[in-house]
């Protein structure tokens, strides 16, 4: 079976600060993982995607993520938080089991203060 | 880049009419979804079409139905809108490939109110 968590909520930082957005997923086979993004009224954004390739990925809008399959996460990272940044980002968990079985995380609201 | 267009951003209709929502993409994928998008309830799959003429029933296709006749164009109708069908529709489309690693591409969206 497969699921996918996404530990917080809500995150709030500072322009300019560390971002990290937390993403467990589980899965019986091997996974493709993506990371999304949704502005208000808008559709979703693909922001990066592991794919079996390197574990370390980097996405647009200078995002990165690390795969670890040891602890089943795949986080999402940025080293200094813009303005532009706050949105809702979503954990996508993908296998080979079906091409209609996507798995979505409950999403987590990235606010950025001034 | 891949494009999906969805035809309406904002949409309001009354209980009982019949509605459209239209959406199209430039890629020639052979996947394309519709999702609905709740607040609390995340994203929800509604029908998945894999080809012309191709559906699955998602998660919840009770009061929806869907076509196909062109591989770039898949539609959602609701064949009698209820006030609690009133959501964000998402449309996306990927290329073949049984649980391939290609992405969904989305669509903006479209806001329906049915009052």
């Known amino acids: 079976a497969q699921s996918v968590t996404q530990l917080d909520s809500h995150v709030s930082v500072s322009e300019g600060t560390p971002v990290l957005l937390r993403c467990n997923y589980s899965?019986?086979?091997?996974?493709?993982l993506f990371w999304y993004v949704q502005h208000p009224n808008k559709g979703l954004q693909l922001l990066l995607k592991y794919t079996s390739a390197a574990t370390l990925v980097k996405g647009i809008n200078g995002f990165e993520a690390e795969f670890k399959k040891s602890e089943t996460s795949f986080h999402l990272t940025k080293p200094s938080a813009h303005m532009s940044d706050a949105a809702e980002y979503f954990c996508?968990?993908?296998?080979?089991?079906?091409?209609?079985?996507?798995?979505f995380g409950s999403g987590t609201r990235l606010s950025i203060r001034p | 880049d891949v494009k999906v267009t969805q035809s309406s951003r904002y949409l309001v209709k009354r209980t009982g009419e019949k509605v459209f929502l239209e959406c199209v993409q430039d890629?020639?994928?052979?996947?394309m979804f519709w999702y609905r998008q709740d607040p609390g309830l995340g994203l929800r799959l509604i029908y998945f079409?894999?080809?012309?003429?191709?559906?699955e029933k998602g998660d919840i296709p009770e009061g929806y139905s869907v076509s196909r006749e062109k591989k770039e164009r898949f539609s959602l109708i609701l064949e009698s809108a209820s006030t609690n069908q009133t959501s964000m529709y998402l449309c996306?489309?990927?290329?073949?490939?049984?649980?391939?690693?290609?992405?969904?591409?989305f669509g903006n969206g479209t806001r329906l109110t049915v009052t």
């Open positions: 079409s894999y080809d012309v003429k191709m559906k």
């Open positions: 996508v968990v993908r296998t080979y089991s079906s091409a209609s079985k996507i798995i």
């Open positions: 996306a489309s990927s290329p073949r490939g049984r649980g391939s690693d290609s992405p969904l591409h």
């Open positions: 890629m020639d994928h052979e996947n």
């Open positions: 899965s019986s086979y091997s996974p493709s």
